[in-house]
């Protein structure tokens, strides 16, 4: 499956963007979706993430501000993101994992740069 990221930009502090993660399978074959983010000098850290029950997670930072959530007749999955602040500022990736036989195989897709400015 290929994962593509789109969405990103330059946003001032206070705004808003939704990323989008279209993926070229049926997303509903996933267990989890999720979002990821890196910024420069730091590791990559959970976002958010939702399973095919429709059942979310955020991370503490972004916990009110952003959603998740899954168009899966669109095989897509959103990022709504408001009252952005400058520590968003960063690399969202896409994820899709898949849970076979206990095992765990995930699928990653290209970055969007998403930065915010003060």
């Known amino acids: 499956v290929q994962l593509q990221a789109s969405g990103g930009g330059l946003v001032q502090a206070g705004g808003s963007l939704r990323l989008s993660c279209a993926a070229s399978?049926?997303?509903?074959?996933?267990?989890?979706m999720g979002w990821y983010r890196q910024a420069p000098g730091k590791q990559r850290e959970l976002v958010a993430t939702i399973t095919n029950r429709d059942s979310t997670n955020y991370a503490d930072s972004v916990k009110g501000r952003f959603t998740i959530s899954r168009d899966n007749a669109k095989n897509t999955v959103y990022l709504q993101m408001n009252s952005l602040r400058p520590e968003d500022t960063a690399v969202y990736y896409c994820?899709?994992?898949?849970?076979?036989?206990?095992?765990?195989?995930?699928?990653w897709g290209q970055g969007t740069e998403v930065t915010v400015s003060s």
């Open positions: 399978g049926s997303i509903f074959s996933f267990n989890v």
């Open positions: 994820k899709a994992q898949r849970i076979e036989m206990f095992k765990a195989y995930d699928y």
